[in-house]
């Protein structure tokens, strides 16, 4: 079974990657993604379990995000945490093959150069892309346009510290930032936690994150996962050598996004005459999604 990703009039589906080598999992769904395709984030994940029925395979398997938490040091010497969603540092196979080298950091994070670091800030990633760069606020506020598939968020450090690190209700998750930003937003985190909890039929669920036992003044970053074990939940203190899980989304799956067209009231009114027409052999429950539907237009 493909996984979910979005659906707007038809399915778009990705297909996963697997690999004891995490590295040669990404390389794998960038392959198959292509230039015109992409790698799942973890808004895009999330916004996928939202989307899909609980049968669907994206909430029988847990995942690797192409989303990285970073922390480092502001130009200004600020301490700073940086999410980078749809690939950033670690967005290339090769330079989390060259942290393997280096040696990661005693909390199994790849290390980082002041340089890249100061370069994120600035939304130049190593490879010569550029990115916009927002703050949480402008993430709280809603105005980070919601097409978006790469782009950095920026958050004091001491904020991100401080953001819960274990299982609590679903309720106080909603309300928090690092919830927020690995969601893609204030409204996208509220539906992912009620719908997971709907999915689990419990009273609490996990975020995680290393900021306790982190030092900025070492810049480094690290892999976010989607995980059904140990809380179920959002996981950003995993090690980065390990196994990987990553879904790739291939140019005609998105797209199938861009299919929705513009409809004038002539078009609603014939909708309408449709379904009085249904009435007479759908099923009721059938007709009532059908008039739901046709009210939102």
Known sequence: MAVLINQVVKNVEG???????????????????????????????????????FDNEIWANWYTANSEEDV?????????YIAVHGGGI?????????????????KSAAKFTDKEIQDLL?????????????????LK???IPKSLRQYAVVMDFEQAKNAVSGQVEYKRLKNDPLVIVR????????AYLDKAKERHQNTQYGSWHPFNEVDPSQPQGRLLFL??????????????????????????????QNLVRTYKPEDVAGAAQELQRLKEFARPEHVKSLEALLGKL
């Open 183 to 190: 969601a893609g937003g204030v409204q996208e985190a509220a």
């Open 15 to 53: 297909k996963s990657f697997y690999n004891e080598n995490l590295p040669k999992a990404l390389a794998a769904a960038q392959k198959y993604a292509g230039k015109e395709g992409y790698v799942a984030s973890n808004p895009r994940l999330l916004k996928g379990r939202v989307l899909a029925p």
């Open 72 to 80: 480092g040091k502001s130009p200004q010497g600020k301490d700073v």
């Open 227 to 256: 995980i059904l074990v140990a809380g179920n939940g959002l996981f950003g203190n995993l090690c980065l050598d390990s196994y990987g899980r990553f879904v790739g989304v291939a140019p005609e799956a998105r797209e199938a």
């Open 90 to 106: 670690l967005g290339s196979p090769n330079r989390i093959k060259d942290a393997y080298k280096e040696g990661l950091t005693d």
């Open 141 to 143: 506020n809603g105005n």
């Open 122 to 138: 600035a939304g130049k990633l190593p490879d010569g892309t550029t990115i916009p760069v927002y703050t949480f606020n402008d």
